[in-house]
């Protein structure tokens, strides 16, 4: 090794300067936490009521909001189109509601790239009630007054559940951009 090589380097941060990610595990793993978050909410539970959150599209918005540059705008179709065939909604409605949500956010960090964390859950919580509400109206049930009240507990646990995203998120990309060493 040469004298000026980063890795030689024996303080703390010799190590991180000019270190190169794993391609596979920094492209891998926001796509693969997103289909586990839509397979996900089908092994808990079964209610009466709507009360499990949509945990890929949740997902979806804390990786789009937490690494704005990421996840490319098309990327709403192929997951989506996964989270139509195990949510139990019409088939083409999160195809067509995710790829609303990519290029509404996406022409959202054009006009305002200052954003902050509250503006980022405001946003989100808009973009999850947006998508519940129109889940309710095109489930093919009746909207009644009863079951708009039966959904209020999804709207809040969603929302409630963002920031936890956000920081998982987080947590996943540092994994995402770790060193890793071939033996």
Do not use: C
């Not at 270190?19 to 926001?30: D, K, Q, T």
């Not at 990327?75 to 083409?92: I, K, M, N, R």
């Not at 889940?135 to 920031?163: D, E, M």
């Amino acid at each position: 090794m040469e004298r000026n090589d980063p890795r030689s380097r024996t303080d703390a941060y010799g190590s991180r300067i000019n270190r190169s990610h794993s391609r596979l595990l920094a492209n891998f793993v926001p796509w693969a936490s997103i289909v586990v978050a839509i397979v996900l909410p089908v092994f808990p539970i079964a209610t009466a009521m709507p009360l499990i959150p949509p945990l890929g599209l949740v997902m979806l918005l804390a990786w789009r909001l937490v690494r704005p540059g990421l996840l490319p705008v098309w990327a709403g179709v192929p997951l989506g189109l996964l989270d139509d065939l195990y949510s139990g909604q019409p088939f083409g409605f999160a195809v067509f509601t995710w790829s609303l949500v990519m290029l509404g956010i996406e022409i959202l960090e054009t006009r305002m790239p200052w954003r902050s964390y509250w503006q980022d859950w405001f946003t989100a919580a808009m973009v999850i009630v947006s998508y519940l509400l129109a889940g309710w109206l095109l489930s093919g049930g009746q909207p009644t007054v009863h079951s708009l009240v039966a959904l209020f507990p999804q709207f809040v646990l969603t929302v409630l559940i963002f920031p936890i995203a956000a920081r998982l998120v987080a947590m996943l990309d540092r994994v995402r951009l770790t060193r890793w060493k071939v033996l």
